[in-house]
């Protein structure tokens, strides 16, 4: 299973990738991803911490969260952006994944123990948006209630591994922390300071989902 926590110190170099990606593809997907970059958004890493392999996920300051959090927006990814590592000197290919208007991590596709982005040797020519998430999931969104349903995207599920036990994503709460719902449609309140997982009522978890979507 997945380790929730590893290395959690952003690197400089990550940010400077994100925001020199985000500028080149302004046209494409918008000013917002770059500019809630450089006002401070992310906050540290959490390594390995979904079902994606090499995933790089994010936790956020939540006064520039709030700015940017748009509940309803779609999930998708950009992916076959080509970076030079540092160490090897040769390319890497690497997937961004935004959800909520919020960028959420990136995966590089290859497994490399240690690599570092030269964020001045970037190609984005030949990268794809892709939605993700809604065809694996409609298991799940039907375990919910039709209230329910009415605040949650079936592409915001997605499964992370807390703990040994893997759980549906169901909404992004603050700073990282998230409402997660297992496949007996038990749901959790899950915080990653300290690490937590607190079994959340029925009426708790409408409540989360409706304050979430405001």
């Known amino acids: ?5 590893k290395r959690t110190k952003i690197e400089i170099w990550e940010i400077d990738f994100l925001e020199e990606v985000f500028l080149k ?17 992310l906050r540290s890493v959490m390594l390995n911490s979904g079902d994606i392999p090499n995933y790089v996920g994010f936790t956020y300051h939540s006064a520039v969260y709030k700015r940017y959090y748009k509940p309803m927006e779609e999930n998708y990814k950009i ?12 390319f890497l290919k690497v997937s961004i994944y935004m959800a909520y208007g919020i960028v959420t991590g990136y995966a590089i596709d290859q497994n490399h123990s240690k690599y570092k982005f030269i964020t001045a040797d970037i190609d984005i ?6 939605n993700i998430g809604e065809n694996d999931n409609v298991k799940i969104y039907a375990l919910l209630s039709n209230e329910e349903q009415k605040f949650v995207n079936k592409n915001d599920l997605y499964v992370i591994s807390v703990k040994g036990k893997e759980y549906y994503h169901l909404k992004e709460l603050e700073d990282g922390d998230f409402l997660g719902i297992d ?6 309140k899950i915080t990653h300071d300290p690490l937590e997982i607190t079994l959340v009522s029925l009426e708790e978890r409408l409540k989360l989902l409706k304050e979430q979507s405001h």
């Open 25 to 41: 593809l302004a046209d494409q997907i918008g000013i917002s991803y770059y500019n809630q970059v450089r006002a401070g958004l």
């Open 125 to 130: 020519h030949s990268v794809k948006k892709m």
């Open 79 to 90: 992916s076959n952006i080509l970076v030079k590592d540092f160490y090897s000197g040769k």
């Open 183 to 188: 496949n007996n449609g038990e749901s959790y």
């Open 1 to 5: 299973m997945f380790r929730f926590f």
